[in-house]
Every structure is written in C-alpha cells, then in structure tokens.
C-alpha cells in the first residue's frame, strides 16, 4: 500500500498526462460528477477533484465501448480505418463501474468471437479507480453482492485519507505507475490503512441501512417463478419508454450495426442498442418477440438477474442507481424486485 500527498497529487496527473491522456472527475455543482480531460480542466485552471461516489453518466462504459463509432469501411481503394489507439488513464471510477467493465469483458472479450476494438482498447487504457466516501440515495451496490469500494478490475486504486490518499496495486500496470513515480509516494502507515478501513465499514452500514427494507433474495428464482405473473403489467405501468436505465446502465452493451454511405465507400457504424425500444429484436417482415413494453420490460430484469446468472454465473446489475435517477416514470428497480418477492411468498 502507498501513501500520495494531496499537494502532489497535481504533479502526479501531469506527468502521467506527458505519455498518456488522462481523464479526471469534476463537478460543478458537488452533487453530479462527470469526467473530463485533465489538459482541459487545466487550463480552466482547475484542480484535482475526488469524487465521493459513482459519476452521473457510466464513462468507462463509454470509453470502452463508445456510444457510436465506425467499425469498419468498404469499397475504398485505401482504408483509412485508424488503428491506434492513444493510452488512457481514466480517475474517479467506482465500484459499480467496475462490474460493468466485468460484463463488457465477458461478453466481448471471453466469448465465442472476440471485438478487436473493444480488446484494444480495453488494452490501452488504465483504470485508477477510488472508494466510495458518500452514498447517494439511488445506491444499492451492497444489495447486489458489491461493496462500496473496488475490489476487482482496477489497475490502482485510490482511498483518500486525512492529508492525502492511499494507492493500493491491482495490476502489473499499476505496480510499473507506482515504481516509475516512487518519488511522489511513500510507504503507507497503520493509521492510514487503519483509517481507509473505518472509512470503508462506515459507508457499507449506510447503504445497508438505507437498503434494508428492500433487501431481495434470490432474484433469479423470484423472477423465474413469476415469469407470466400480472405484477409485470403492475410494475410497467408508469415506464415511457424513454430507454434513459439502459442507456446510463454500466453493464447494458446491447449494440445495433448499420450500414451508410460516405464518400466514395460504405462505412459500418456501431450504436448502442436498448432492448425497451420497440424494434429492439424485430426480424424480417416486422415480426419481433417482444411486441408489448410488459414483455421488454419483463426482459431487463430477466437478462440481468436471471439469463446472465445462468451463462456467466454472476448477476449483470451494478447497484449504482443510475436507472433510478434517470427514470422519467419514477420507477425505482429495488421496489419492482422487492414487490416480486413479496408477489412469489403470497402464492
């Protein structure tokens, strides 16, 4: 574990901006954080800023697997695809963003195909990760077998304590950051682990608490048993249809291609899908196997508690509330889960 001033921690980011692009947290009003580019937040001469707990919007998702991106051309005499990608170095991430780097992973990395954007760049970017100090009311990354701090998936991770912050190493990437800084850090102390680990029981017991009577066991087999029960069309009453929960969910990757003429060629372009729109899954001749918002609806949380249990073996929820707070409906996944439970003991 090692120990990094605050007051160093400017020198830190800029020397790791000479080789690389750094992105950092920011906030403008201490209760939304987002993410920008550290040459940029210089020169608005502004700081380093911690963030307390998960940003608005699921950045490594988007950087990893941007929203929409040319992924390949055609009947060209040259390609002019580019192929490098620049290394980046992305602070502020949590937890719940970790898992969905997790998901992403596993589906476009470990599956039976490999995306060779994805894997590059997954390849070239470093995740110095950071302990939740605060809980946004929308949380519930304990709920879902999480902790309010990374334990996996990071390359370093980052505790602020009194006077500065400990790094703690999750990769070789890491371990050659700190080693090529050793100048910045120093061994970290007792007291300071110490403190970190208070700070760390302190927040799991507010999420918890705030949680409690929401707290749901087994989704796989509530949801499996209820599968045709009335409470979807009860649950689905309030949804619009915006598809705002998919599209800031940290583990949803569904993507559509299409193709599109530019220039002299074609070129394929990848977006980001949501499995609530209604041509979501529509085959040839209009047919799709989801033709009323009940069944998608029923379908976001059969994928995520139930499908990707039973072939990856963990759940693909996060915790990280955004789809609470992004919902125009008021409909609060907790609630929806918590109101299957209690559906199933009635039975």
């Not at 605060?134 to 006077?163: H, I, K, R």
């Not at 649950?235 to 220039?263: R, W």
């Amino acid at each position: 574990m090692h120990f990094i001033k605050s007051s160093n921690m400017p020198r830190f980011i800029a020397r790791l901006s000479s080789i690389s692009t750094v992105y950092v947290p920011y906030t403008l009003d201490d209760k939304q954080y987002f993410i920008n580019s550290w040459v940029e937040m210089r020169a608005k001469d502004e700081s380093f800023s911690f963030n307390p707990f998960r940003t608005a919007l699921p950045f490594l998702k988007a950087f990893l697997s941007q929203p929409k991106c040319i992924v390949a051309e055609y009947l060209l005499e040259s390609s002019t695809m580019e192929t490098f990608e620049k290394p980046q170095i992305i602070f502020g991430m949590k937890a719940c963003d970790l898992l969905g780097r997790k998901v992403l992973d596993t589906v476009f990395l470990k599956g039976e195909y490999i995306d060779p954007l994805y894997k590059r760049r997954s390849e070239n970017t470093i995740i110095i990760s950071g302990d939740c100090t605060e809980a946004l009311q929308s949380c519930f990354c304990t709920m879902v077998g999480l902790q309010p701090y990374p334990e996996e998936q990071y390359d370093l991770n980052m505790s602020p304590v009194n006077g500065g912050y400990l790094f703690e190493i999750g990769s070789v990437m890491g371990e050659q950051i700190i080693r090529d800084h050793s100048d910045l850090f120093t061994e970290a102390t007792e007291k300071h682990i110490n403190e970190r680990n208070q700070q760390r029981s302190r927040l799991k017991e507010i999420v918890d608490r705030q949680n409690q009577h929401l707290t749901t066991e087994s989704r796989q087999r509530i949801i499996e048993k209820n599968l045709n029960a009335q409470i979807w069309n009860d649950a689905s009453q309030t949804c619009v249809e915006c598809n705002g929960c998919n599209h800031v969910c940290p583990t949803c990757y569904c993507f559509l291609l299409y193709d599109q003429k530019h220039n002299e060629g074609i070129e394929r372009v990848k977006v980001w899908d949501s499995c609530f729109y209604a041509g979501y899954a529509r085959m040839a001749g209009g047919i799709t196997p989801r033709l009323h918002l009940v069944d998608r609806f029923r379908n976001h949380y059969y994928h995520k508690f139930d499908t990707f249990v039973t072939n990856y073996g963990f759940e693909a929820c996060a915790g990280c509330g955004r789809c609470i707070e992004s919902c125009m409906g008021r409909i609060d996944k907790r609630d929806v889960l918590k109101r299957i439970e209690r559906y199933v003991e009635l039975k």
